[in-house]
């Protein structure tokens, strides 16, 4: 059974920082690729950063030089590291692993950036 779980979501002042986590199991993360996407009330989801598993990134433009994503194929954990954090940055965040047709979503967590 393929599970991903988040991790490291909460309220936090504008220009603060958070780093989520998402732990995987049930799948080979060595070869997937890994992502976080984010969806805000009445938007529709969007991407946030992608890693492959040769560790190439690709970010939204609107966190370009704000967040970083990062692995540990060992821990079998992906990272979101989100500094300068906005109020436009308030929205539920999902893990996604994704490998040819293979395409796995965890529950998500809520990131709430507000004074």
């Known amino acids: 059974q393929v599970q991903l779980v988040e991790s490291g979501g909460g309220l936090v002042q504008p220009g603060g920082s958070l780093r989520l986590s998402c732990t995987t199991s049930?799948?080979?993360?060595?070869?997937?690729?890994m992502g976080w996407y984010r969806q805000a009330p009445g938007k529709q989801r969007e991407l946030v950063a992608t890693?492959?598993?040769?560790?190439?990134?690709n970010y939204a433009d609107s966190v370009k030089g704000r967040f970083t994503i990062s692995r540990n194929n060992a821990k079998n954990t992906v990272y979101l590291q989100m500094n300068s954090l906005k109020p436009e940055d308030t929205a539920v965040y999902f893990c996604?692993?994704?490998?040819?047709?293979?395409?796995?979503w965890g529950q998500g967590t809520q990131v709430t950036v507000s004074s």
């Open positions: 996604n692993s994704r490998l040819d047709s293979y395409d796995y």
């Open positions: 049930g799948i080979f993360f060595n070869i997937y690729v």
């Open positions: 890693i492959t598993n040769g560790r190439s990134t």
